[in-house]
Each structure stands twice: as C-alpha cells, then as structure tokens.
C-alpha cells in the first residue's frame, strides 16, 4: 500500500501566479474543509473590501483558484 495525503492548495492570482500548498491532511475530508474554512476566509476579506461598493471591480473568486489533490509520499 502507498502512502498518501491530500493537498489543500491555494491561487491568489491565476494570470500571475501558480498553485501553492496550504496544508496537507490525512484525509480528502479534511483538506476540503480546510478549503472551505480559506475560501471563507477569503470572502469575509472581500466582502470587507468590496461588499458596499454598488460597483464591484470583480466578483468574487474571479481571479483566484482553490483545489484539493491526493499526493503519494515518497522515500
């Protein structure tokens, strides 16, 4: 049997940047609430920045990326 873990990772710009590790989990369950409890995060930052514009400048997300992936650990 291989050993695994699942990789929560996280895009600030996806015109500009790439895909960085947040965490890794011992469970796929795990690294998507880890995600989610981030993507959350990131809203509340938003909606702080840009929740009362009537104009946004983009929508949320638009311009970031979230995942999870399952990672073999090698020797």
Same mark, same amino acid.
């Given at each position: 049997?291989?050993?695994?873990?699942?990789?929560?990772?996280y895009?600030?710009? +996806?015109?500009?940047?790439?895909?960085?590790? +947040?965490?890794l989990?011992k469970?796929?369950?795990?690294?998507?609430?880890? @995600?989610?409890?981030?993507?959350?995060?990131k809203?509340?930052?938003?909606?702080?920045m840009?929740?009362?514009?009537?104009?946004?400048? @983009?929508?949320f997300?638009?311009?970031?990326?979230?995942g999870?992936?399952?990672?073999?650990?090698?020797?």
């Open positions: 049997m291989k050993d695994k873990v699942w990789e929560f990772r895009n600030s710009c +996806i015109y500009e940047s790439a895909m960085a590790t +947040i965490s989990h469970t796929q369950k795990g690294a998507e609430l880890a @995600m989610e409890f981030h993507k959350e995060e809203r509340k930052e938003y909606d702080f840009y929740g009362k514009r009537k104009h946004k400048i @983009m929508e997300g638009e311009m970031e990326a979230w999870v992936a399952e990672r073999e650990i090698l020797e």
